[in-house]
Structures are given as C-alpha cells and as structure tokens.
C-alpha cells in the first residue's frame, strides 16, 4: 500500500473517531450536565409587614411594623413535572413597633426577674420597638406553570433559632436599648405561603411556636407575617424546569 494511501486512510480514520466521540459527548448518557435541574428561585428577598396575633387587651402592632428575609434555595425538579422541592437557609428580622410595653416581673424573694407580660404603654414616646433577629431552614414544596409568564405558587414551612432579641425606646427619658428580652422562646417555626407571577410573589408567615416560652411570658401570643418577595433570575445548569 502506496505512503498517501495509507496517509488517507490514517486522516479518514482519525475524522470518523473524532466525529463519534463529539457524537457521544453530546448523547450520551452518561452526561450528567443533560441531566442537571436549572434552580429557579434560588435567592428570595422579602419585604414584609409583621406582628403579633393573641396580645392582650386589644393591643396591637403599628403599620410601621416591618421585617426583612433573605433566604437562599437549592431547588429539585419533580421528575418532568411543574413540581419542585426547595430547601435552604434564611435570616429574617422581624420588628414590632406600637404601644407595647413589655413588663419585667420579679420574684418578692429573689427581685429576680422570672415572667415577661405584654401590657398596654401610657406614657408618650417617639421610638417604642420590639426587635428578634433569626437564622432559619426553610423547606417548600413549589408549583410552576412553563410558558412566557409563569406563575408559581409555593407552601412549606420554616424552623429557626432566635439569635437576637432587644427593646428600643425613645421617650422623655433619652434613649435606651435593651437586649436579650427575658421568656423568649429561642426556636421559631411556622407554616409558609408564597404566590405570584414571575418574580414578584406575596408572600406571608405564621408562626405556630409562640413568642414566649410557657410560664415564663403571656401565652398565646404567636408571629406573624404578610409582604411581598423579589426572586432574581438566576439560572445554572442548561435543563428548564
């Protein structure tokens, strides 16, 4: 066999392995970037209204009563379905503002602070805030419809460690914040709803803990949340959900 036969048949041969190896990198089965789920709502921030449900005498929070969440999710595809299952990491603040006063009762043997009451604030005051800052773990199950303009509904639900507690006031008496609120209940957790189109969605939190450990604050007063959420576009893997 003639050199530039052989050399031919060398080319053809090295053409045709080239070809079925760019052809398998591309079917394969093995490939599991064909596989990998695009993460949709991945990062959520929140803008919300908050306040207590089951305070005493009628009190209650003013609309200047606001908090913010920044919650970070790893998102899984159900199957080929318009279903999801999301779990991730949080920190939210959460602020009550109003005629609040939270009362330090003493035991008449020690003077020993031993239980936190919510009572009603007669004095006058520019600043009166109740503030908790918490790290959560948030879980979802999430629905979203495909086409140019997707609607997504999601419900989960949320367990956190309250990190921070204070009091700010600012009255006659100058200013003065206190931290660490006695009775507190250090774990938070509650039920999650979420619904919009694209990425603006309402959003909304009730706590089912309350904010007080038993015995050592008034009971029955529970968490509670409604706002609006932002989700970036952010996308990794080449798959739609």
């Avoid at 939270?102 to 600043?127: C, G, M, P, Q």
């Avoid at 918490?134 to 509904?153: C, N």
């Avoid at 209940?185 to 979420?194: A, E, K, L, M, S």
Wanted: proline share 3%; charged share 20%; with cysteine.
């Amino acid at each position: 066999m003639s050199t530039s036969i052989k050399t031919n048949l060398f080319i053809l041969l090295c053409s045709m392995n080239l070809a079925l190896i760019a052809q398998q990198k591309e079917k394969s089965e093995f490939d599991l970037s064909r596989y990998k789920p695009e993460p949709r709502d991945r990062i959520i921030f929140e803008l919300s209204h908050t306040g207590w449900l089951g305070m005493p005498h009628g009190l209650k929070e003013t609309l200047t009563s606001g908090g913010v969440n920044i919650l970070l999710y790893f998102d899984y595809p159900i199957g080929n379905s318009h279903c999801s299952f999301a779990w991730g990491a949080g920190f939210s603040s959460h602020n009550i503002h109003g005629r609040i006063n939270l009362n330090y009762n003493l035991d008449s043997v020690s003077n020993r602070v031993n239980f936190t009451s919510i009572e009603k604030r007669t004095t006058a005051y520019d600043v009166n805030r109740i503030g908790f800052k918490v790290i959560e773990v948030p879980v979802e199950f999430r629905f979203r419809t495909r086409g140019a303009y997707q609607f997504k509904l999601m419900a989960g639900f949320k367990v956190g460690y309250v990190l921070q507690t204070f009091k700010k006031v600012f009255d006659a008496d100058g200013k003065t914040k206190t931290f660490d609120i006695y009775g507190v209940n250090p774990f938070r957790y509650g039920i999650t709803f979420r619904m919009g189109c694209q990425q603006i969605h309402l959003t909304a939190f009730y706590a089912l803990s309350e904010v007080f450990t038993k015995g050592k604050g008034s009971a029955g007063v529970v968490p509670f949340s409604l706002g609006i959420a932002y989700t970036p576009r952010i996308s990794l893997g080449n798959a739609a959900n």
